[in-house]
């Protein structure tokens, strides 16, 4: 641990001084479980382990105005737990028991999750369909950024080098019902070979409004816009469904890798898909 130094600044203001005067040498420590992981692979083999697990200003899950705003450093397992979330949008606590298990879950935060930038993070589609906005702030001020426009590639984002983010928030939605369902080798801590997110409302037997997420079949997660198109306003009858669904494999841009090749990964998120929409749309398995 030579190269690396410690620091754990008392605030936001302190974590944001040290953003601007290390920038990427910044290594934000909340949970550790990606950052832990990628010193011991040398990954990263320099820079400053910036402490923020007990800001304050990176805590809480609170309702404002008709939104939700959950703070960067929430770990899962409070997020999932979080008598707020259960009230208002039980979705997502329903699917966020799907990430990895309950020791990562406990350990792992948001805000962490999205900042890796990983094509399969769990936490991406949901947030996706919710239509989530990310709040960031720097020492040149504070923004917030639609999280469909957030990520670039792998490990890439349209965070600046001297920013945070604060958190995420999202309309409490009115109507409507979602379903998130992904695909691993193994059950527990296995990473997704693909996973598909959809928040549907249905309007006198048809589609609405359609949002479908994805992650596993392209460089970043994805909204898969153009499949949306094709569904609104269509019947919700399950023949229905299973002719749109196969449009989505059009959309994606997935890799050949241990886990599953590009024409598996395009052939199981249509199916996928499909049964998302089936279970958001009331019907039985």
């Not at 949901?126 to 709040?135: H, I, Q, S, T």
């Not at 569904?231 to 994606?252: D, H, N, S, W």
Request: hydrophobic fraction near 45%.
């Amino acid at each position: 641990m030579g190269n690396f130094s410690y620091v754990a600044p008392l605030d936001l203001e302190g974590l944001l001084a040290v953003k601007a005067r290390e920038k990427e040498k910044a290594l934000l420590l909340a949970g550790g479980s990606n950052l832990v992981v990628y010193i011991k692979d040398r990954l990263i083999r320099e820079g400053t382990i910036v402490d923020v697990s007990n800001l304050k200003e990176l805590a809480g899950i609170r309702l404002e105005a008709g939104r939700i705003f959950i703070g960067s450093g929430e770990t899962l397992t409070r997020i999932l737990e979080s008598p707020l979330i259960h009230e208002h949008i039980p979705f997502l606590s329903e699917s966020l028991r799907q990430f990895a298990n309950p020791l990562i879950r406990n350990m792992s935060t948001i805000g962490g999750n999205i900042a890796d930038a990983s094509p399969i993070a769990d936490s991406a589609p949901l947030l996706l369909v919710l239509d989530a906005e990310v709040a960031i702030a720097g020492q040149g001020g504070r923004r917030t950024v639609p999280l469909k426009e957030f990520f670039i590639s792998p490990r890439k984002t349209r965070l600046a080098a001297d920013e945070v983010i604060t958190g995420f928030s999202f309309a409490v939605p009115e109507k409507g019902a979602g379903k998130f369902l992904k695909l691993g080798l193994r059950r527990g801590t296995a990473c997704a070979v693909t996973s598909v997110a959809v928040w549907l409302i249905a309007d006198a037997g048809k589609v609405g409004e359609i949002r479908i997420a994805l992650g596993g079949v392209a460089p970043r997660p994805i909204r898969a816009v153009k499949t949306e198109d094709l569904f609104r306003g269509q019947e919700l009858t399950a023949k229905r469904i299973a002719e749109l669904a196969p449009a989505l494999k059009e959309e994606l841009s997935p890799i050949d890798d241990v886990r599953g090749s590009a024409a598996y990964r395009r052939a199981v998120s249509a199916r996928l898909l499909a049964r998302a929409v089936r279970l958001c749309a009331g019907m039985e398995e």
